[in-house]
Protein backbone atom coordinates (compact mmCIF):
# COMPACT_ATOMS: atom_id res chain seq x y z
CA UNK A 1 0.00 0.00 0.00
CA UNK A 2 1.29 3.32 -1.45
CA UNK A 3 2.12 6.21 1.54
CA UNK A 4 1.98 9.87 1.54
CA UNK A 5 4.95 11.68 3.95
CA UNK A 6 5.30 14.99 4.09
CA UNK A 7 9.23 15.08 5.50
CA UNK A 8 11.05 18.70 7.10
CA UNK A 9 14.66 18.38 7.37
CA UNK A 10 16.09 21.35 9.62
CA UNK A 11 20.19 22.04 10.31
CA UNK A 12 22.52 22.62 7.74
CA UNK A 13 20.87 20.89 5.20
CA UNK A 14 21.14 23.47 2.32
CA UNK A 15 24.25 23.43 -0.39
CA UNK A 16 25.75 20.46 0.78
CA UNK A 17 24.41 18.49 -2.04
CA UNK A 18 21.04 16.96 0.26
CA UNK A 19 18.66 17.71 -2.65
CA UNK A 20 20.93 15.54 -5.18
CA UNK A 21 21.37 13.07 -2.74
CA UNK A 22 17.58 12.41 -1.55
CA UNK A 23 17.11 12.43 -5.37
CA UNK A 24 19.75 9.50 -5.82
CA UNK A 25 18.25 7.59 -2.80
CA UNK A 26 14.30 7.83 -4.09
CA UNK A 27 15.36 6.96 -7.42
CA UNK A 28 17.13 3.76 -5.63
CA UNK A 29 14.34 2.66 -3.04
CA UNK A 30 11.42 3.59 -6.13
CA UNK A 31 10.31 6.18 -4.06
CA UNK A 32 8.64 9.47 -5.77
CA UNK A 33 8.17 12.88 -4.79
CA UNK A 34 9.99 15.89 -4.92
CA UNK A 35 12.44 17.71 -2.63
CA UNK A 36 13.06 21.42 -2.66
CA UNK A 37 15.54 23.94 -0.35
CA UNK A 38 13.26 26.27 1.49
CA UNK A 39 13.49 29.77 2.22
CA UNK A 40 14.06 29.33 5.93
CA UNK A 41 16.99 27.22 4.88
CA UNK A 42 15.22 24.07 5.94
CA UNK A 43 14.89 21.27 3.31
CA UNK A 44 11.38 19.71 2.33
CA UNK A 45 10.19 16.21 1.06
CA UNK A 46 7.34 15.16 -0.10
CA UNK A 47 7.71 11.22 -0.68
CA UNK A 48 5.55 8.40 -1.36
CA UNK A 49 6.03 4.52 -1.75
CA UNK A 50 5.26 1.64 0.14
CA UNK A 51 5.97 1.49 3.55
CA UNK A 52 9.26 -0.40 4.08
CA UNK A 53 10.83 1.90 1.06
CA UNK A 54 9.20 4.94 2.99
CA UNK A 55 11.22 3.66 6.16
CA UNK A 56 14.36 3.12 4.59
CA UNK A 57 13.81 6.47 3.07
CA UNK A 58 13.09 8.41 6.01
CA UNK A 59 15.86 6.56 7.95
CA UNK A 60 18.63 7.67 5.14
CA UNK A 61 16.78 11.09 5.69
CA UNK A 62 18.25 11.80 9.61
CA UNK A 63 21.76 10.75 7.78
CA UNK A 64 21.88 12.87 4.80
CA UNK A 65 24.42 13.30 2.48
CA UNK A 66 28.36 13.24 3.59
CA UNK A 67 28.47 17.65 4.40
CA UNK A 68 25.02 17.80 5.66
CA UNK A 69 24.60 18.41 9.65
CA UNK A 70 21.08 17.30 10.85
CA UNK A 71 19.44 18.95 13.81
CA UNK A 72 16.14 17.29 13.33
CA UNK A 73 13.47 15.31 10.86
CA UNK A 74 10.00 15.44 11.06
CA UNK A 75 7.54 13.69 9.22
CA UNK A 76 3.90 13.24 8.86
CA UNK A 77 1.32 11.38 6.58
CA UNK A 78 -0.22 13.22 3.85
CA UNK A 79 -2.74 12.87 1.55
CA UNK A 80 -1.55 10.75 -1.95
CA UNK A 81 -0.54 12.78 -4.79
CA UNK A 82 0.47 9.54 -6.87
CA UNK A 83 3.57 11.29 -7.92
CA UNK A 84 5.43 9.58 -11.29
CA UNK A 85 9.11 9.93 -10.37
CA UNK A 86 11.24 12.23 -7.99
CA UNK A 87 12.13 15.24 -8.85
CA UNK A 88 14.22 18.33 -7.77
CA UNK A 89 12.34 21.27 -7.39
CA UNK A 90 14.19 25.02 -7.69
CA UNK A 91 12.46 27.14 -5.19
CA UNK A 92 11.01 30.59 -6.25
Known amino acids: MTKHLDITIKGHVQGVGYR ?3 KAVA ?3 GVKGFVQNESGGDVFIAAEGDKVSLEMFLDWCHEGPEYG ?8 EGELKNYINFVV ?3 G
Not at 69 to 76: A, G, N
Open 20 to 22: AAS
Open 27 to 29: DQL
Open 69 to 76: EITSVESH
Open 89 to 91: KRK
